[in-house]
C-alpha cells in the first residue's frame, strides 16, 4: 500500500487514519459477505439430501436470491471500503447514505424482532430447548446482541464518522476532482441509490417466478414479466433523478402509491402463509414463516405499508429538488 500524504492544512483536523481503519471494516464485511454466499449454497445442497423434489426446487427459490445478495453485498463493501482507504470524496457520500439507509432498516427490523420474540420462544421450546429461565434470557441476549451490532451499532458508528465535517473535508483537500457524487444533492442520491437498489432486488426475485398484484399473487410468465418491467422501471427511474428530472420523482412516487396499495389489498385477502403458498413455497421454508404468527393478517399489513408510507414522505421532501427545466 502507498504512503498516504498527510492534509496539511489548520482548518480541519486530518481523519485519513480514521478513512482507513474505516475502509479496512467495510472490506472485512465484504469479505464476511463473500464466505456468506457458498455457505448459503451448501445449505442448499443440504437441505436436498433431506427433502423431496418439490422441497428442494422451493429451498433453491429461497436461497438463490440470498446468495445473489451476499455476492453484490461483497462487492459493495470491497468497493466502497478501497474508496474509503484511497479517501474518495464519492465513497464518503455513499457510504454515508447507506449508513443512514441501513440504520433506519435496522431500527424496523429490532422492532419486528421484539415482535417476533415470543412465537421465537415457543419455536424454541418445540425445537427440545429446554424451558429454562436463565438457558432462554441467554439465548435472548445473545440474540439481542448480535442483532443489535448488525442492526444499530455498526450502521451508527459509520453514520457518525462519515458524517463529521472533518471527514467531509479530508476526503475534499485529498481528492479534489469532482466525482459523480457531487453532482446531485446527497438527498436526491439517497433517492437514486434506493432506486437501484429496488430495481436490483426485483432482478434477484426472477427465480421465484412469482409477484403480488393487487389481492393475488401472479406466477409464470406474467409474474416475471411484471418483474422484469419492474426492474427496468426503477433502473430508468433511478437515472432520471440522478439528473434530477422531475419525472424521475413522479415515477418513484408512482411506485411506491402503487405498490402500497397493491401490498394493503393483498394482505387483507390473504395472510403470509397463503402467500408464499401460492409462490410455491413449501416444506421447511413454509414451516418456519408458519412459527411466527407475527407475519399474518394485520401485522403483515401493517410491516409492508410503513415502509411505503416513510418513503412517500421522504419523497415529499425531496420534491424542491425536482423543478422543471426553464426553456429559453
Known amino acids: 500500500m502507498t504512503e498516504m500524504p498527510e492534509v496539511q492544512t489548520a482548518s480541519h483536523k486530518d481523519r485519513s487514519t480514521g478513512l482507513v481503519v474505516f475502509g479496512i471494516l467495510e472490506i472485512l464485511i465484504g469479505v464476511l459477505a463473500a464466505l456468506l454466499a457458498p455457505m448459503t ?3 442448499l445442497i443440504a437441505s436436498a439430501r433431506v427433502e423431496d423434489a418439490a422441497g428442494t426446487a422451493s429451498a433453491a427459490r429461497m436461497m438463490i436470491p440470498g446468495i445473489a445478495f ?13 474508496g474509503s482507504i484511497k479517501a474518495r470524496r464519492w465513497a464518503r457520500a455513499v457510504m454515508l447514505i447507506v449508513s443512514w439507509l441501513w440504520l433506519l432498516a435496522g431500527v424496523l427490523g429490532m422492532v419486528m424482532w421484539i415482535g417476533m420474540m415470543p412465537q421465537f420462544f415457543q419455536h424454541l421450546s418445540q425445537a427440545g430447548v429446554p424451558e429454562s429461565p436463565n438457558i432462554l434470557t441467554v439465548i435472548t441476549l445473545i440474540v439481542g446482541v448480535v442483532m443489535a451490532v ?24 485529498r481528492d479534489p476532482v469532482e466525482r459523480w457524487t457531487d453532482r446531485c444533492p446527497l438527498p436526491v442520491l439517497a433517492l437514486v441509490i434506493i432506486m437501484l437498489y429496488g430495481g436490483i432486488s426485483m432482478l434477484m426475485v426472477v427465480p421465484f417466478g412469482a409477484m403480488p398484484f393487487f ?20 433502473l430508468v427511474a433511478a437515472r432520471l433523478c440522478y439528473r434530477m428530472d422531475p419525472v424521475g420523482w413522479w415515477v418513484s412516487a ?15 385477502r390473504m395472510d403470509i402463509v397463503e402467500f408464499y403458498e401460492r409462490m410455491g413455497i413449501t416444506g421447511q421454508q413454509l414451516e418456519a414463516i408458519k412459527a411466527y404468527e407475527t407475519f399474518t393478517g394485520a401485522s403483515m399489513i401493517l410491516w409492508s405499508v410503513i415502509p ?5 414522505v421522504f419523497l415529499l421532501y425531496l420534491r ?7 426553456s429559453g
Open 41 to 43: 449454497l451448501l445449505g
Open 70 to 82: 451476499y455476492i453484490l453485498l461483497a462487492i459493495f463493501f470491497i468497493w466502497v471500503g478501497i
Open 150 to 173: 448488525i442492526y444499530l451499532i455498526l450502521p451508527g458508528i459509520f453514520v457518525l464518522f462519515y458524517r463529521m465535517k472533518s471527514v467531509k473535508q479530508t476526503c475534499e483537500a
Open 215 to 234: 389481492g393475488t399473487v401472479l406466477v409464470g410468465v406474467p409474474a416475471i414479466v411484471l418483474i422484469l418491467v419492474l426492474a427496468v422501471v426503477m
Open 254 to 268: 408512482a411506485i411506491a402509491v402503487v405498490g402500497m396499495v397493491s401490498m394493503a389489498v393483498t394482505f387483507t
Open 308 to 312: 411505503l408510507a416513510a418513503y412517500l
Open 320 to 326: 424542491r429538488y425536482f423543478k422543471p427545466a426553464v
